[in-house]
């Protein structure tokens, strides 16, 4: 499946941004899909995901409660509303799916990624 992320830019400390990444599949339904990202000079880092159906997440801790995924299967797109953004937010955000689980993706069992968008937050 190919993943395309938008919604990038840059942002006040305290703002919000969404992304979307779209998929090609028309199976989307059936992968777990999630969000990563990696800020400059660090690895890659899990920040959520979500089930095929919908009806499980999970985040990490350092965003829950800021973070929000979402999906729609309909128009084969997921969505990170992000809010209350911190500088330590800044990052290249991937979108991630698996035809596993949503615990496996997780753990980086990962069947396809997208190029990445970039999120800018100033203090």
């Known amino acids: 499946v190919e993943l395309r992320e938008s919604g990038g830019g840059l942002v006040q400390a305290g703002g919000s941004l969404r992304l979307s990444c779209a998929a090609s599949?028309?199976?989307?339904?059936?992968?777990?899909m999630g969000w990563f990202r990696q800020a400059p000079g660090k690895e890659r880092v899990y920040v959520a995901a979500?089930?095929?159906?919908?009806?499980?997440?999970h985040y990490d801790d350092s965003v829950k409660g800021r973070f929000t995924i979402s999906r729609d299967n309909a128009e084969n797109t997921v969505y990170l509303q992000m809010n209350n953004l911190k500088p330590d937010d800044t990052a290249v955000y991937y979108c991630?799916?698996?035809?596993?689980?949503?615990?496996?993706?997780?753990?980086?069992?990962?069947?396809?990624w997208g190029r990445g968008t970039q999120v800018t937050v100033s203090s």
């Open positions: 599949a028309r199976t989307f339904s059936t992968f777990a």
């Open positions: 991630a799916g698996s035809t596993s689980s949503l615990w496996s993706l997780r753990t980086g069992t990962i069947s396809s």
């Open positions: 979500m089930s095929g159906s919908g009806d499980r997440t």
